[in-house]
């Protein structure tokens, strides 16, 4: 028998803040300066919803050499001036979680200063106060399951009752890997295609989202 849903665990960029576009369109611009020229496809495909201490693991991996030194403060100085130019919520998000009545948390690959930036900017920070986690805190990163089942554990709730909302590959496979119900959200920038799989619903518009965990 399958447990009604009684947490919902969210990913941040792309689920609740619209920043995949921005990052993306950063990451291109930088890494073409680093001699490894990506489209923002290939960015999607490779990095979004991993950590960044993994996408820098597999820069160096692919250009044989260390990062040089104040590349990644650099980097998060384009991030912060981009995010604060152009960021904005994800589109009807602000209205789903005004009627998702369930607990909720936030479980991202970013770091905790990334989450205050973002989810600041967008006036959403106060609404997961003390209630928001990291990929810091765990060993593995998405697509491994320990973010989320460490999201759970703090929650107080067992994974089977848990829906996580994602909107990258790695996030839903990481999703299925902690026995966690998974929403895809293909309204950004992943194909529908990438997130479809067992145990996982797969939508495109935020303000649906309520009505489709009450249905599960």
């Known amino acids: 028998m399958i447990k009604p ?3 919902v665990i969210f990913d ?5 803040v619209d920043s995949e576009r921005i990052a993306v369109r950063v990451d291109a611009m930088s890494l073409a300066s680093l001699g490894w020229p990506l489209s923002e496809a290939e960015i999607v495909e490779r990095f979004v919803g991993r950590s960044h201490a993994d996408m820098i693991t597999d820069v160096e991996k692919h250009l044989g050499y260390k990062l040089p030194d104040g590349w990644e403060a650099e980097q998060r100085h384009l991030y912060h001036k981009a995010m604060e130019a152009e960021l904005t919520a994800v589109e009807g998000v602000v209205e789903a979680l005004k009627q998702i009545q369930l607990p909720a948390c936030v479980a991202s690959s970013s770091s ?18 003390g209630r928001i986690y990291s990929a810091a805190e765990v060993v593995n990163g998405k697509p491994a399951p320990d973010l989320f089942l460490h999201a759970a554990r703090q929650m107080g709730f067992a994974p089977e009752v848990c829906a996580v909302v994602e909107d990258s590959r790695y996030g839903v496979q990481a999703a299925r890997a902690a026995g966690m119900r998974a929403f895809g959200y293909c309204g950004g920038l992943t194909p529908a295609e990438w997130l479809h799989g067992p145990g996982t619903v797969v939508f495109d518009d935020m303000r649906e989202l309520p009505a489709l965990l009450g249905e599960v």
């Open 12 to 16: 941040c960029d792309g689920v609740l």
């Open 5 to 7: 849903i009684e947490l």
């Open 112 to 129: 905790h200063d990334g989450l205050r930036h973002t989810l600041g900017l967008t006036g959403l920070y106060s609404r997961f106060e």
